[in-house]
C-alpha cells in the first residue's frame, strides 16, 4: 500500500451524497462535493463551513478520490548525501562522519563546560565557585602544563640554573657570602686566640719556663741514644740539681743558686715547702700568711704513705 493510498484510506472521507433539501432548512448548494481533510485538534463541533485565515483550519481538497489515488508521482525528497558508489567512497565518507561526530562531541563539551573569567581565579590556577572535581583536576593541569612550557621557553637565563645563590638581609641588601664567611673564619680565629691567651695567663711564670724547658727537651731527644745507662752525665746533674725538702744531704749536693727559673733572685733563708715546689722571692719576710692546707696536705701524704708501708710490713711478719 502506497503512502497516498494510506491517507486516503485513514484520514480524507469522501463525501459523494448529496443532503437532501428540507422545508424547514435549506442547503447552501455553493458546498461542492469532494473530499474533505478533517484536523481532529481544531477546536468546536462542527467546523465544516467555516473559514479560517490561520493555518490550523481544515483543508478541503477539491475533486474526486479517484483522481487523488490514481496520483503516482512520488513527492519525496532526498535529504543529504546521496550513497556512495565504492568502497573508496564509502571509507572516506566514514572517515568524515567520524570526524564530524567528534567535533560535535567537542563543542557540546565545551558547551556544557562553565565559562569561567580570570577574575575569579584562584592562585593555585582553579577558578573559584561551584565546580566537580574532573573540572578542576583539569584546571589544574592546564595551569602546570602553561607553567612547564613557559619555563622551557625561558631557558636558563630565566630559570637562575647554574648560577650563584643570592642572599639578601632583612632590609633588602644583597649579602656578600665570601665576604661573610672571611669575617666569621676571622672572628673565629681571633675567638680561639682570645681563648688561648686567657689559658696562658692563668699560668704562672714557672709553668711557662716548664714548657719551653720541656719543648728543648723533646727537640734534643732527637739526637740521644734509645737507652740511657746510670752512668749518664747529663741524667746524673738533673738529679742532683733538682731540689728535695726533705733531703738532708742535699746541701751538699745541690748547687746554690740566687736565680730562680725565670731569672729573679730567691729567698735564702728556710721556708715552707708547697706542692708546686715553688720558692719564695727574696722580698719575702718570712711570715707565713697561709690558711695551712699545704701543711695539712703534706701530712695527710705522709699518713697515708705510712700507713701502706706498715701495711706491707704486718703483712711480711706474718
Do not use: C
Amino acid at each position: 500500500m502506497s503512502l497516498a493510498d494510506y491517507l486516503a484510506k485513514n484520514y480524507l472521507t469522501a463525501d459523494s451524497r448529496p443532503e437532501k433539501k428540507t422545508k424547514k432548512r435549506k442547503r447552501k448548494d455553493a458546498i461542492q462535493p469532494g473530499l474533505v481533510i478533517a484536523d481532529d485538534d481544531a477546536p468546536g463541533w462542527n467546523t465544516s463551513g467555516i473559514v479560517h485565515a490561520d493555518e490550523d483550519a481544515p483543508l478541503t481538497v477539491s475533486g474526486k478520490s479517484a483522481e487523488f489515488r490514481k496520483a503516482r508521482t512520488n513527492n519525496w525528497q532526498t535529504i543529504g548525501a546521496p550513497a556512495p558508489s565504492s568502497s573508496e567512497q564509502a571509507a572516506a565518507d566514514a572517515i568524515i562522519a567520524s570526524a564530524a561526530a567528534e567535533s560535535t562531541a567537542r563543542d557540546l563539551a565545551d558547551e556544557d563546560a562553565p565559562v569561567f573569567d580570570n577574575t575569579g581565579k584562584m592562585e593555585s590556577g582553579a577558578h573559584a565557585g561551584l565546580q566537580s572535581a574532573d573540572q578542576v583536576t583539569a584546571q589544574l593541569k592546564r595551569r602546570q602544563a602553561e607553567e612547564r612550557q613557559r619555563f622551557l621557553e625561558d631557558g636558563d637565563e630565566h630559570s637562575g640554573r647554574g648560577k650563584e645563590t643570592i642572599y639578601r638581609d632583612a632590609s633588602g641588601r644583597i649579602i656578600n657570602v665570601a665576604m661573610k664567611r672571611a669575617e666569621a673564619r676571622k672572628k673565629a680565629d681571633e675567638d680561639a686566640a682570645k681563648a688561648a691567651a686567657e689559658v696562658e695567663a692563668q699560668k704562672g711564670d714557672v709553668q711557662r719556663a716548664q714548657l719551653v724547658q720541656r719543648r728543648a727537651d723533646l727537640a734534643e731527644a732527637k739526637f740521644l741514644p734509645l737507652s740511657r745507662y746510670a752512668d749518664d752525665v747529663e741524667m746524673n746533674e738533673e738529679l742532683r740539681e733538682r731540689g728535695r725538702w726533705n733531703d738532708p744531704a742535699s746541701q751538699f749536693l745541690t748547687k746554690k743558686e740566687g736565680k730562680s727559673v725565670n731569672g729573679k733572685p730567691l729567698y735564702q733563708g728556710p721556708a715552707m715547702p708547697n706542692r708546686y715546689g715553688i720558692r719564695p722571692g727574696h722580698r719575702w719576710d718570712g711570715v707565713d700568711r697561709g690558711n695551712g692546707f699545704e701543711k695539712e696536705y703534706f701530712t695527710a701524704q705522709n699518713h697515708r704513705r705510712n700507713l701502706k708501708e706498715l701495711d706491707y710490713a704486718w703483712q711480711m711478719d706474718e
